[in-house]
């Protein structure tokens, strides 16, 4: 039988920015990543990424103290016992000897069942996508953009809008709620007049605004016919709030990226909420708990976009009916991973992610890059 023969940990980084990417309420960090790399006795290796907002300490913590071992010699052509048993672990008196932050535990799963699954097309001989359901080979894409940064002036946001254009995007996903919503209307409004009519955009506000503001907010900006208003209001009472703001407007609304976990994303749309899910697998439990939400989704009626990586969440948009588009960064200085990370990654163009046809998640890791960002986690 296969067998989980070694897992390396590296965690990816880059430097603080001089003029540091802000959405409503917290800097963006550019880099702050967990690769794994898991490899089996058949010599087959698979990768997988964690994303982390928060301090990385805490992940790395929980790699340094032993995690990996609870899974070497399990079978990882069988990802969802391996994501079993490491999601156990937050309700397990190992993880409270250990002092292995409950996040920290899901963020590593995250990564490692990501791995599995790579490990699974690279020995099945077909791409994830066609594992996943093989519905299109290709998927929408969007460029989020139009962050607050110090300094930024409408000439700046009307220059980035006009180059982000040139590159030919035709979806463009822009922050809100980090100053008055007076001022935020007059910064889509640049938006919306630099991409024209005809292009989709996406308001996203990061969970920064009341219920009145958000009501207020979704009404002001129904003139820019946006395609969604992602996150709008605040954390504490969010499911009940966006059940009760869908009531108030014809945007779509979309949230779950914050979500820690599937079952949080399923309470959301038991809400009726939302009409777009955007779950990250890279954070909240892999393709395994993806797959999952993705034929939630389906049977509900409700469109994927999963939050960040477009080439992770690539294959299981491509591999699903529900599957709507998916998130890219395309400036290097904001997401220098997606630049710099793979030797070949998918093309974008005119606004369409195209599939590779490897087997596995279809592409491979480039050594400068791991070498340039990484420090190994032992």
């Not at 790399?37 to 087959?44: E, L, N, Q």
Request: glycine share 8%.
């Amino acid at each position: 039988m296969t067998k989980i023969d070694s897992i390396e940990f590296h965690v990816l980084t880059s430097g603080e920015e001089a003029r540091p990417h802000w959405v409503s309420l917290f800097k963006v960090p550019q880099a702050n990543e967990l690769l794994v790399k898991v490899r089996t006795s058949d010599g087959v290796e698979g990768f997988g990424l964690a994303t982390h907002y928060a301090d990385i300490a805490t992940v790395v913590q929980v790699v340094e103290s032993g995690i990996g071992e609870q899974v070497i010699g399990m079978d990882p052509l069988a990802p969802e016992q391996v994501y079993a048993k490491l999601f156990g672990l937050t309700s397990s008196r190992l993880a409270t000897e250990r002092k292995w932050a409950r996040d920290a535990i899901i963020r590593v799963s995250s990564a490692i069942d990501i791995a599995c699954w790579d490990i699974v097309g690279k020995t099945a001989g077909m791409p994830l996508y066609r594992l996943f359901g093989g519905y299109r080979n290709r998927v929408p894409c969007y460029v989020t953009c139009a962050y607050y940064r110090d300094g930024k002036d409408d000439a700046e946001l009307r220059a980035e809008m006009e180059m982000l254009v040139g590159q030919g995007h035709r979806a463009f996903k822009a922050k809100v709620g980090g100053s008055s919503l007076t001022e935020d209307m007059a910064r889509m409004e640049i938006v919306r007049d630099v991409i024209g009519p005809d292009a989709q955009l996406m308001i996203d506000v990061n969970r920064a605004w009341t219920l009145k503001t958000a009501i207020e907010g979704a009404r002001a900006l129904e003139a820019l016919n946006p395609t969604w208003l992602e996150e709008p209001v605040r954390w504490a009472d969010d499911r009940r709030e966006l059940a009760l703001l869908k009531q108030r407007t014809s945007i779509p609304l979309s949230g779950g990226e914050s979500e820690l976990t599937s079952y949080g994303c399923r309470a959301m749309v038991e809400a009726g909420g939302i009409d777009i899910l955007q779950f990250d697998c890279t954070m909240f439990g892999g393709y395994t708990e993806g797959r999952k939400m993705a034929a939630l989704c389906e049977l509900n009626h409700i469109d994927v976009a999963p939050h960040h990586d477009c080439f992770l969440h690539a294959p299981l948009v491509a591999g699903s009916p529900a599957g709507l588009i998916v998130e890219s960064f395309t400036d290097p200085e904001r997401d220098p991973l997606q630049a710099e990370l793979y030797e070949n990654p998918p093309k974008i163009a005119d606004g369409w992610l195209t599939l590779n046809e490897e087997p596995g998640i279809g592409m491979t890791l480039s050594d400068d890059a791991v070498a340039k960002f990484g420090r190994r986690v032992t």
